[in-house]
Structures are given as structure tokens and as C-alpha cells.
């Protein structure tokens, strides 16, 4: 079993420009989270997805938005990057909310010029 | 909502002393308490969690305690090795509410 896959896992941006970002698990699970890791922030929560057919915001939504596709795979969109949403992004999954052990993929590492 | 605070930001400690890293959160309604471990460039993975109804929870050199009166949980290393240096991650969830982390403590394990 794979886990929590990503991809990419480095991407370079100009300003301005679009990107998608792929997380996919095999582990069944309900619910998926997208984080960002900026340095001495800790995981910022940006959107999530409770059950397949549902997504919500989180703490830092704008300039996001996202696609659950599937139960297996949770897409996170950049519709017009900024130098401020240079990161590292996280996927996460756990079976349901805030009672459970969260997994998380192995980040994607994006800088926007 | 939830506010989870976590102190102390950095740490230093000899190889084998204990460490101790405590969290505060402020929703009463939060039940789940994990710590993650963050290795340099390396995704979070859970290293020990806790529920509401249990007050402490020991695996090998690792514990987590929790005071719900006080509403804050520890955790503990002991004798420490090099292989600890990381960053640690508090968090604290409920029922259909999504966790919120604390901002990590850096761990470094001095030979």
C-alpha cells in the first residue's frame, strides 16, 4: 500500500500562473485535509473534505480552491499564484474529523517567483 | 474555536535527558490529543495520541499526560538520543471538528 501519495513534489510558479496539486490515498479513508507549512507556522489548515461529495474551508481558504474527485483523491488549485503561497503543501487523511489519526503525504514544496 | 499554544518553540537538551514539551487548549469540548514528529524535509507522522478518558499513556521512552481540568497535556522523552532532534507537533481535535496544531517545538538532542 502506498498511503498518502503527492505529486509534484517540487514546482517552481511565476506570479500569476495556475497550478493543481494531486493527493491520492489507498487507505479508505473518509475524510482528506490540504495544509500549508510556512516556517515557525505550523500546519495551517486550507480546505477539507469530510466525505466524498463535501468540501469546506479552513482557516486559510483564499487564492484555493479544491476538488474532491473521488474518496481516493483530493486536488488542491492555485488559480493565480502568489509570492505568499510559497510553501510546502500537505495532504492528510484520517477516517473521520477530529477523533482520529490523521496520515500525511510527503508534501509538495512550491516556490512562486 | 479551538486555540492550541505550545512551549516552549525551541529545546536543548543533553543525550540522555528528558525532554518535556507541554500544550494548552482552550475548547473544553476537544477529546483527542496526538503529537507528531517532524524530521528535517520529512512529512508529520504520529508518534503517540491521547483520548479525554485517560489521564496518562506510556509507549517505550515516550508518555503524554493530560489535565482536562487544567485543559493542557505534555509530552515526555526520556533519555534522549540523537535520533529525537525534530520538530514536534501538538494537536488537539473533537468530534466533527478538524484539528487545530500547535505551532511545534524544535527538538535538538546535544552529544
Known amino acids: 500500500n502506498a498511503g498518502v501519495t503527492q505529486t509534484p513534489k517540487f514546482q517552481v510558479l511565476k506570479t500569476g500562473q495556475s497550478m493543481t496539486l494531486q493527493c491520492a490515498q489507498d487507505?479508505?479513508?473518509?475524510?482528506m485535509y490540504w495544509y500549508r507549512q510556512d516556517p515557525g507556522m505550523g500546519l495551517r489548515l486550507i480546505y477539507y473534505s469530510a466525505s466524498e461529495g463535501t468540501t469546506d474551508k479552513g482557516e486559510v481558504p483564499n487564492g484555493y480552491n479544491v476538488s474532491r474527485l473521488n474518496k481516493r483523491e483530493f486536488s488542491l488549485r492555485l488559480e493565480s499564484a502568489a509570492p505568499s503561497q510559497t510553501s510546502v503543501y500537505f495532504c492528510a487523511t484520517n477516517l473521520a474529523g477530529g477523533t482520529d489519526t490523521q496520515y500525511f503525504g510527503p508534501g509538495t514544496r512550491l516556490t512562486v517567483l | 474555536g479551538e486555540n492550541v499554544e505550545q512551549h516552549p518553540s525551541t529545546l536543548s537538551v543533553q543525550e540522555g535527558d528528558s525532554a518535556v514539551i507541554k500544550c494548552t487548549y482552550s475548547?473544553?469540548?476537544?477529546?483527542?490529543f496526538p503529537w507528531y514528529k517532524q524530521e528535517l524535509g520529512k512529512r508529520p507522522q504520529l508518534i503517540i495520541d491521547?483520548?479525554?478518558?485517560?489521564g496518562e499513556k506510556k509507549d517505550q521512552r515516550i508518555a503524554v499526560t493530560l489535565n482536562k481540568t487544567a485543559k493542557h497535556f505534555s509530552l515526555h522523552i526520556t533519555e534522549t538520543q540523537p535520533e529525537d532532534s525534530a520538530v514536534y507537533f501538538c494537536a488537539a481535535g473533537s468530534y466533527g471538528q478538524n484539528f487545530v496544531f500547535g505551532p511545534g517545538t524544535r527538538l535538538s538532542v546535544l552529544p
Open positions: 475548547d473544553s469540548a476537544s477529546n483527542y
Open positions: 491521547i483520548r479525554s478518558n485517560v
Open positions: 487507505m479508505n479513508h473518509n475524510s
